[in-house]
């Protein structure tokens, strides 16, 4: 049972657009969400992350959207860039009684021209 | 400062054979991980160690994984013997032990297993 699903599985953005990537999550004891963004050859690095007391989160041209409700959360990307073009992974976390993130199946976003 | 590292970046060996991995976390961090993600599939926990003990090891596929974290530094994960399903990218991740409200981990490149 995947406990945090993630879509879509790819995305194609012009240059300037908007990427949005969304997923959704079960245990309601996550208490922390970060985004992953990792290059080709290198490992997930740490782009963004929010926690469920607030709505949203802004950082540069990536913003969070978090839904507690509807347990749903959105990665945004804003005037969306080549440099952009990687893949994206989203991640819940129990910080209380155990430190593993859980992942979803990432996003593989190219930004074309 | 030097981040996580892993060796090799890459294995290819076959069905039955033995392969270990290496990680070296980032200096001091007390809090290491392995993670697996199989092609096109969720990255997957494995096994949390701090320092020297396995605090959680609930990922651990089957028997045949064994993971070793000698002194609290580098650690080694090897499987034997190796079946198909055990290819993928395997991730290392290492955090501080401090008291915040989230110990952000930072992940090394990976080793790309590939079984035949």
């Known amino acids: 049972q995947q406990q945090v699903k993630q879509s879509p599985q790819s995305l194609i953005v012009q240059k300037g657009g908007i990427s949005i990537i969304n997923c959704a999550y079960e245990?309601?004891?996550?208490?922390?969400f970060p985004w992953y963004q990792q290059f080709p050859g290198k490992g997930p690095a740490l782009l963004i992350a929010?926690?469920?007391?607030?709505s949203e989160k802004k950082e540069g041209r990536f913003t969070i959207s978090f839904n507690k409700s509807a347990k749903q959360f959105s990665l945004h990307i804003m005037d969306s860039q080549p440099g952009d073009s990687a893949t994206y992974f989203c991640a819940a976390i129990h910080t209380g009684t155990a430190s593993k993130l859980t992942f979803g199946t990432g996003t593989r976003l190219q930004v074309t021209l | 400062e030097a981040g996580v590292t892993q060796f090799p970046s890459h294995s290819v060996i076959e069905k039955g054979q033995t392969v270990t991995l290496r990680c070296d976390p980032i200096s001091g961090h007390d809090n290491l991980y392995w993670y697996r993600r199989v092609m096109g599939k969720e990255i997957k926990f494995l096994l949390h160690f701090v320092k020297e003990s396995k605090q959680d090891e609930s990922g651990m596929p089957n028997n045949r994984f064994l993971a070793e974290r000698t002194g609290g530094t580098y650690s080694t994960l090897k499987v034997q013997p190796a079946e198909l399903e055990d290819s993928g990218v395997y991730f290392c991740a290492s955090s501080p032990q401090t008291r915040t409200f989230y110990n952000e981990q930072f992940f090394g490149p990976g080793t790309r297993l590939t079984v035949l």
């Open positions: 245990n309601t004891a996550f208490d922390y």
């Open positions: 929010i926690r469920p007391d607030v």
